[in-house]
């Protein structure tokens, strides 16, 4: 479309009619340090993008929170860069401290006893589509990851039942 109404267009408009803050201050609020300076963002990105960025922003703080959290190099391990991680793991522990039926919860209403948490702590994704997908004989360790050397597939009766002793009466 001739007038840039394209995924990243839009969720760059998105962000600045929510008034998010932009890429800098984000960092900043993650504890990341200040960048004031474009050389500095050679640390976070590659040149070729920092190049780019100056070209279209006037100032390190002019840059949109969409463009900066996807222009960062990712973290060890990750898909997402420092910016982008810090917001995930902000909004999941968000999600878990703000649930109250969370199962680690310190409320005695609705708390687990410490051997049932052990049990809840034993089980895997692969354990339970293992016990509840009667057709699968065999699982990945880590389900959501490909097949390597370091996630084998594996036999669904290499896993143990749970055990439900902590829950009798």
């Keep these: ?17 929510h008034g998010l803050a932009p890429y800098n201050r984000v960092r900043m609020a993650c504890g990341l340090p200040l960048i004031t300076k474009f050389k500095q963002l050679r640390g976070v990105m590659d040149k070729g993008v920092v190049k ?11 840059i949109d929170l ?7 190099t990712p973290v060890k391990g990750g898909l997402v860069g420092p ?20 199962y680690e919860t310190n409320n005695p ?9 052990k049990v809840i702590r034993k089980t895997t994704l692969a354990s339970i589509m293992c016990s509840v997908i009667p057709e699968l004989m065999e ?11 370091k996630n084998p597939m594996v036999p669904c009766s290499s896993f143990k039942k749970m055990n439900l002793k ?4």
């Design 1 to 17: 479309m001739p007038f840039g109404m394209d995924l990243a267009a839009i969720n760059m408009q998105r962000g600045r009619d």
């Design 166 to 169: 902590p829950w009798k009466e």
């Design 66 to 72: 969409f463009i900066g959290g996807l222009a960062e």
């Design 52 to 62: 780019s960025l100056r070209r279209v922003y006037r100032h390190v703080d002019d």
């Design 109 to 117: 209403d609705t708390q687990f006893e410490t051997a049932q948490l």
């Design 83 to 102: 910016t982008f991680a810090c917001i995930l793991a902000d909004q999941f522990l968000r999600l878990k401290v703000g649930d109250r039926y969370w």
């Design 139 to 149: 699982v990945q360790l880590w389900p959501f990851k490909l097949v390597s050397r």
